[in-house]
């Protein structure tokens, strides 16, 4: 993962073939004191696990796909979960016929590159476990 430009609330970085997305962010917030930020990316991958939150079971359905795929478009954002920065980013992806699949991103490969554009927002903002839907919810930092 390499910054290649940065400003003051903005950090443009590309992610390598072998990385994994969300380990790769989350290890960048952390190491760069991030704890509040919006991200968008585009690029490629040769894996991805994809999940489906069921509101009624209050549970993820994933699926794997191991095959080349563009991300055409990947969307997520960055907050503390347990005082670490946790991404949570859902994704679309194309085959090579065009056809598009796509969901909540479990896991994201980097194959050729990623571009990602993550704005860095002030202060911190995090999730906490919400009973009644069964998810961490963003919510104000206390
Ligand atoms: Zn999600």
């Known amino acids: ?10 950090y ?15 290890n960048f917030c952390l ?22 939150f069921d509101t ?5 359905k994933t699926k794997e796909f191991q095959e080349p795929l563009e991300i055409l478009n990947l969307s997520g954002n960055i907050a503390l979960k347990d005082n ?22 479990m896991r994201c490969v980097i194959s050729a590159t990623c571009e990602v554009r993550l704005e860095v927002g002030e202060g911190a903002i995090k999730r906490e476990f919400d009973e009644r839907t069964g998810l961490y919810l963003l919510s104000e930092l206390s």
């Open 1 to 10: 993962m390499e910054i290649v430009n940065k400003t003051k609330h903005t």
């Open 12 to 26: 443009i970085v590309r992610l390598d073939p072998g990385e994994e997305f969300i380990v790769a962010m989350q």
């Open 31 to 52: 190491e760069n004191k991030i704890q509040s930020a919006w991200l968008f990316a585009l690029g490629a991958t040769n894996g991805i696990t994809l999940a489906f």
């Open 56 to 60: 009624g079971k209050k549970e993820y």
């Open 84 to 105: 670490k920065p946790f991404c949570h980013a859902h994704g679309m992806f194309s085959r090579a016929d065009m056809s598009t699949i796509g969901g909540h991103i």
